[in-house]
């Protein structure tokens, strides 16, 4: 089984839609959470962290359920400029690691 | 925000030439770098770990002869690919930890595209 889960999707979806991705991860002692987007042919760049609260950015929403060990983002009033590859991405104690999902494919159309 | 570099961005040789990579800190000091490799369709899957002033930690699977990793200044990792073959063509990207009062956060490189002919 994958440390880190995500639908590849691609999620297809027109300008102005709500889209919401899902990551699971395997190991209980992770404890940092993020999502990255990488664009097509280029290096993966920070989006948010996640946190147990949960947390919003501008229109991005992260939510971390550590019973249910899954992690979600929300992207509301979706944009064309939004059209990426979302990593979710899992770290655990004590360690350098970055553990990265193979990304959910989000294209938005007009 | 932080700043990494990368070069080359791209580079094409043939096979059973040695390629080097450099990653470098633009405007903090790493004494932790991270190299990564990317297949098409792939995730990002961590090759090594490189620690400033001593040896490299290698994930498994990673053949520490054919990657050499170098961390010898805060500011400069550089990756080997030694004696590259077709099936060592890939993205490599670096990221570079910068640790600071809140926490830490790791900055990517825009990464290296190799094709080995």
């Known amino acids: 089984r994958k440390e880190v889960e995500q639908d590849p999707g691609p999620f297809n979806v027109p300008e102005g839609a709500t889209v919401a991705f899902n990551c699971t991860y395997s190991?209980?002692?992770?404890?940092?959470f993020f999502w990255y987007r990488q664009d097509c042919r280029k290096e993966p760049k920070l989006l948010m962290s996640v946190y147990s609260s949960g947390n919003e950015d501008g229109r991005f929403t992260a939510q971390l359920n550590r019973a249910s060990q899954y992690i979600s983002l929300l992207i509301r009033d979706s944009k064309l400029s939004d059209s990426a590859t979302y990593l979710c991405v899992v770290k655990s104690l004590n360690t350098d690691k970055l553990i990265f999902g193979t990304g959910t494919r989000l294209q938005v159309f007009p | 925000g932080a700043v990494v570099s990368q070069h080359p961005s791209w580079v094409i040789c043939k096979s059973g030439t040695s390629v080097k990579i450099e990653c470098r800190s633009l405007d903090f000091q790493a004494t932790t770098m991270f190299w990564y490799r990317q297949f098409p369709k792939q995730s990002l899957m961590l090759m090594a770990t490189?620690?400033?002033?001593?040896?490299?930690?290698?994930e498994q699977g990673v053949e520490k002869d054919k990657f050499l990793i170098n961390h010898a200044s805060l500011t400069l990792s550089t990756l080997t690919v030694t004696s590259a073959h077709p099936e060592d063509s890939s993205f490599y990207i670096c990221?570079?930890?910068?640790?600071?009062?809140?926490?830490?956060?790791?900055?990517f490189g825009p990464g290296t595209r190799l094709l080995v002919l």
């Open positions: 990221s570079a930890r910068d640790l600071q009062e809140g926490g830490e956060t790791q900055y």
């Open positions: 490189s620690n400033e002033g001593s040896k490299a930690t290698y």
């Open positions: 190991n209980s002692a992770s404890q940092s």
